[in-house]
Every structure is written in structure tokens, then in C-alpha cells.
């Protein structure tokens, strides 16, 4: 176990603004098996495509009744589309919602930390499934000026063959 290794480690869990299962108290159903008997009655739609299906995963709560989480963070939908997008225009990471979502924690997180605490943030997630919804719509599919110049910049444009 991680804590047995790195003690002052916190485990932190975000979850949907408007579907805030964890947080709103209400134990998920489940069935002998461990399948939710019924959606969690905490849950509605929200924007965060990949984040919370209408219950609470078995793992999740085993982890949660086993005391492995520290905090649950939630995260709003204009916040997570918002990060996401700031990803990919600012620093040329590209996710989608549910990877706006946990940088946006992840970001909280980092405002009221001490200095010199390392923060994970794992964003295993790839925008291009979402290039037809409202998260990319206003990115163009070419390169604008500004574009250009920091993509001519880099050592991958100076290592391309000139034409």
C-alpha cells in the first residue's frame, strides 16, 4: 500500500459538480455480486464525459468504506470544459472533459498546498474523441498565425526537412 511507503500521501477523489454521488452521503445499492441494484439517487446527467457512470463503482466505495480516500473534491462542468480546453490551446495537452475535471482538482489542490508538495495528476485521457462536440468547437483545424510561430519554435520543426 502506498501509504505504508509514503506516509504524508493523500489520495484524493473528484467527481461530477451535478452528479455528486460521494459527497451527497447516499450509500450505493449493490446487489450480492457488488452491481449496483439501482442508479445512485445522488446521480444526473452533467457534462463530464467518462466521469461517473449513474452509480458508485464497487472499487470506489470499497476504497471509500476502507478509508483510502482523504478528500473528495467536486468539480463543475463549465470548469472542466474550461481546463480542458485551456490544456490543449496553453500547453498542448489534449483531453477531454473528465481530464479538464481532475486537472481542475488537481489545481485546487495546488492552491492550498505547502510549498514543495508533488501532486500527481494522471490525465489518461485523449481529446480526440471529443473534436465534434462543444468541448473543441471553436478550434479551427488549421494552424493560425500564432500557432504557426510557436509550432516553428520548436525542435520538431527545426528537425523537418525543408522544402
Known sequence: MLS???PETKVVLAEPADAAM???GAKQDRNADGTPVARHSAWKPHPIQG????????LTGDA???????????VAGP??????HELATKEGIFV????????TAALQIAKEAEKGT????????TGE?????????????DMNDEERAIFESTSMFASLPKT
Open 118 to 125: 508533488t501532486i500527481l495528476c494522471m490525465l489518461p485521457d
Open 79 to 84: 470548469d472542466a470544459m474550461r481546463a480542458s
Open 96 to 103: 477531454g472533459t473528465s481530464g479538464g475535471a481532475s486537472f
Open 4 to 6: 505504508k511507503e509514503r
Open 64 to 74: 471509500l468504506d476502507a478509508g483510502y480516500v482523504d478528500r473528495v473534491i467536486t
Open 22 to 24: 460521494v459527497t451527497s
Open 129 to 141: 474523441r471529443y473534436l465534434s462536440t462543444p468541448l473543441f468547437a471553436d478550434i479551427l483545424p
Open 51 to 58: 466521469w461517473s457512470p449513474d452509480f458508485i463503482p464497487k
